[in-house]
Nanobody, 123 residues
Framework: VQLQAFGGGLVQAGGSLRLSCAVS????????MGWYRQAPGKQRELVAT???????NYADSVKGRFTISRDGAKNTVYLQMDSLRPEDTAVYYC??????????????????WGQGTLVTVSS
């Protein structure tokens, strides 16, 4: 089971970026997916999550500016980021709470992470 994130880059303040994260491998079920971020010198923090029933949760700092969505058929989660600010600069990581298989073994839990994608917002 692997998560791969795409879409980071450099953008000016006020601009937009769209991140995507695809889960690959033998997936049995996905309970939720989400995005976290880690800025230099800071701890990783929650950005947004979405459940299999499309219930969403956002950090207060991104409410009204970021939108999380999912494509269940593609096991993919998206993060549309609008009105970006310099303080949004961070490495963004996708996360999944899922059940899958690796070989003959069932793997499950919340500790599935993508490789991280850098978002840099210039002022």
């Amino acid at each position: 089971v692997q998560l791969q994130a795409f879409g980071g880059g450099l953008v000016q303040a006020g601009g937009s970026l769209r991140l995507s994260c695809a889960v690959s491998g033998k997936i049995i079920s996905i309970t939720s997916m989400g995005w976290y971020r880690q800025a230099p010198g800071k701890q990783r923090e929650l950005v947004a999550t979405i459940t299999s029933s499309s219930s969403t949760n956002y950090a207060d700092s991104v409410k009204g500016r970021f939108t999380i969505s999912r494509d269940g058929a593609k096991n993919t989660v998206y993060l549309q980021m609008d009105s970006l600010r310099p303080e949004d600069t961070a490495v963004y990581y996708c996360n999944a709470d899922l059940v899958g298989m690796e070989g003959v073994n069932i793997v499950a839990g919340k500790d599935f992470w993508g490789q991280g994608t850098l978002v840099t917002v210039s002022s």
